[in-house]
T-cell receptor, first 114, second 116 residues
Framework: DAGVIQSPRHEVTEMGQEVTLRCKPI?????LFWYRQTMMRGLELLIY????????DSGMPEDRFSAKMPNASFSTLKIQPSEPRDSAVYFCASSLGVWNTEAFFGQGTRLTVV | AQTVTQSQPEMSVQEAETVTLSCTYDTSESDYYLFWYKQPPSRQMILVIRQEAYKQQNATENRFSVNFQKAAKSFSLKISDSQLGDAAMYFCAYRSPGGGADGLTFGKGTHLIIQP
């Protein structure tokens, strides 16, 4: 398996624009996580899915953020409208159903909002 | 809510020497998992080692080992025979036993510098 695949690797956008980040989890993994990494706050869990169903979105900062998982092999994180303070690295990770297994991370998307 | 604290923002060690990175956590649960992840400049998060809370034996992976003190809620990482490729950010992480917050809670990280 190629691992967790995220696209794009880098995104630069203007304030107010819509941004969509994409993730393909490892085949067979039934948990998918979205994290955000900033210097100030470190790595924060935004939302996670189990079997394509959102389980906990309490980490989503505002209504401007939304995430979907239409099928087992694809998820999106959307920010609309984007703001400069959304600039960060966004990671997607996936893991098997049992809680004691590792989460495999994608290479992240570096988002810059100007 | 669980919290993970890494009190060393940066550590430096000479190549071939041993270094220990500290991590403490706060939880009311008795079963959980702890992890150390490495993040090199490439940004990729790589699992270094994991520890099950119900196991008393400390986990080891080649040059990497942990000192898990459950009562003290401490989980330090020891890197022996440090190599230049070990230079990275190291994150300590906690994972609940499911049924709720299944995601990882991370510490703020320790930047490890290897001096040649």
């Amino acid at each position: 398996d190629a691992g967790v695949i995220q696209s794009p690797r880098h995104e630069v956008t203007e304030m107010g624009q819509e941004v969509t980040l994409r993730c393909k989890p490892i085949s067979g993994h039934d948990y998918l996580f979205w994290y955000r990494q900033t210097m100030m706050r470190g790595l924060e869990l935004l939302i996670y899915f189990n079997n394509n169903v959102p389980i906990d979105d309490s980490g989503m900062p505002e209504d401007r953020f939304s995430a979907k998982m239409p099928n087992a092999s694809f998820s999106t994180l959307k920010i609309q409208p984007s703001e400069p303070r959304d600039s960060a690295v966004y990671f997607c990770a996936s893991s098997l159903g049992v809680w004691n297994t590792e989460a495999f991370f994608g290479q992240g998307t570096r988002l810059t909002v100007v | 809510a669980q919290t993970v604290t890494q009190s060393q923002p940066e550590m430096s060690v000479q190549e071939a020497e041993t270094v220990t990175l500290s991590c403490t956590y706060d939880t009311s649960e008795s079963d959980y998992y702890l992890f150390w992840y490495k993040q090199p400049p490439s940004r990729q998060m790589i699992l270094v080692i994991r520890q099950e809370a119900y196991k008393q034996q400390n986990a080891t992976e080649n040059r990497f080992s942990v000192n898990f003190q459950k009562a003290a809620k401490s989980f330090s990482l020891k890197i022996s025979d440090s190599q230049l490729g070990d230079a990275a950010m190291y994150f300590c992480a906690y994972r609940s036993p499911g049924g709720g917050a299944d995601g990882l809670t991370f510490g703020k990280g320790t930047h490890l510098i290897i001096q040649p």
